[in-house]
């Protein structure tokens, strides 16, 4: 019972290790010569792999962007959407506080927007149409010459 448990930990690591974006990055920068994709070898340039964890060079402020994977993603959105200081921002403000806390990974954006639309507060509370469900009616003046 208990080995299966374990077995079943080891498939999940060996999926989510195929499923990183990271890894061919890492894998290029780690030796070049290798033979990867061509989109891989353009990407590559604009990381940098230090002690073992990949960094994207911003392009905006030169600052080094940690890059995360699916799990540490989900919890980073999570604390930046609705943890201490979370403000329940979205989309284009959510992922510039991501960029501002140093973190980055592939489909950043929709990411973000997937996570604001599952967040329940943010459906609950969130901006309501406050337009009538009837159709728009038309006035006629009383007097119709004057303002
Ligand atoms: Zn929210």
Redesign the pocket.
């Known amino acids: 019972m208990r080995n299966e448990h374990l077995e079943v930990n080891y498939i999940d690591l060996e999926e989510a290790y195929l499923d990183d974006w990271r890894v061919p990055i890492i894998k290029f920068l780690m030796n070049p010569s290798t033979n990867v994709n061509k989109k891989i070898q353009l990407v590559a340039p604009h990381y940098i792999l230090m002690d073992g964890e990949l960094y994207k060079k911003s392009k905006e402020d030169g600052l080094l962007l940690r890059c995360l994977d699916k799990l540490e993603s989900i919890q980073v959105m999570g604390e930046v959407?609705?943890g201490l200081c979370?403000a329940?921002q979205?989309e284009t403000k959510m992922r510039w506080l991501l960029k501002r806390y140093g973190y980055h990974w592939r489909g950043i954006l929709k990411d973000c927007n997937d996570f604001?639309k599952s967040?329940?507060?943010?459906q609950k509370y969130g901006p309501i149409q406050r337009v009538p469900t009837i159709n728009m009616q038309l006035m006629v003046k009383s007097w119709p010459f004057r303002g």
Do not use: V
């Open positions: 959407h609705n979370g329940h979205a604001t967040c329940q507060a943010c």
